[in-house]
């Protein structure tokens, strides 16, 4: 009888450390996900001031000078940048440039992530990059630096398209007068009395040209 009194106790006791042993733990839980919360919250201003801060001023300063970007509505506009370039004849090809903020799962670190991404691909080009820091310690300064050196190399990139032969092919043509395969964007154009386009060399050709053929 007393042993089966001691071994009822044994189980009670048992039973009650197990349970202050799941208080205590969902307690930290509550604590870690509080703590997450917290840190969620942190990263959501800290990545809204670096888009509006940091990040659009830049893109802009690039954007505006082409009428073919354009931003597509997003989501998560304080997280996400994205400008898509159609195709116009100088750059055929369909890009999209894009820097994107985003944390770990602990919520400790903030990145942000520049991608570009060009269809068709007949070149090399730095195609994604991260820059990463702790999150309390994310450094403004450093971040505009690292935004205008990718956007450099995203412009270099872009603006090469003109001049890469892959790209170019459907672009070229040949001058009626003097014969040279041109590149229609970059050539001198004539409307002709049919109503046509001609594209020349140089200005010598066209007047040449106008001369023989009338307007
Ligand atoms: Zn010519």
């Given at each position: 009888m007393d042993s089966l009194n001691e071994f009822s106790k044994t189980i009670e006791r048992l039973l009650v450390s197990e349970e202050q042993g799941n208080q205590i733990q969902q307690h930290n839980f509550d604590q870690q996900h509080d703590k997450r919360r917290e840190r969620r919250d942190f990263f959501q201003s800290r990545s809204e001031q670096l888009m509006s801060a940091v990040i659009h001023p830049r893109v802009e300063q690039v954007v505006k000078?082409?009428?073919n970007a354009i931003m597509p509505s997003s989501e998560s506009p304080h997280t996400h940048c994205i400008y898509q370039f159609d195709c116009r004849p100088r750059s055929p090809a369909s890009t999209t440039l894009s820097f994107i903020i985003s944390h770990d799962i602990k919520v400790e670190r903030l990145s942000i992530t520049y991608a570009l991404r060009i269809v068709p691909i007949f070149m090399k080009f730095e195609r994604e990059d991260t820059i990463s820091f702790l999150l309390e310690s994310v450094n403004d300064a450093q971040c505009k630096a690292w935004v205008e050196t990718k956007l450099l190399s995203f412009l270099g990139t872009y603006l090469q398209l003109g001049h890469i032969e892959q790209y170019q092919r459907s672009n070229m043509i040949t001058?009626?007068?003097?014969g040279a395969q041109i590149n229609k964007t970059f050539a001198i154009a004539q409307e002709t009395t049919t109503g046509k386009k001609q594209y020349f060399c140089s200005q010598a050709c066209r007047d040449d040209f106008i001369r023989n053929n009338g307007k």
């Open positions: 000078h082409f009428e001058d009626p007068v003097c």
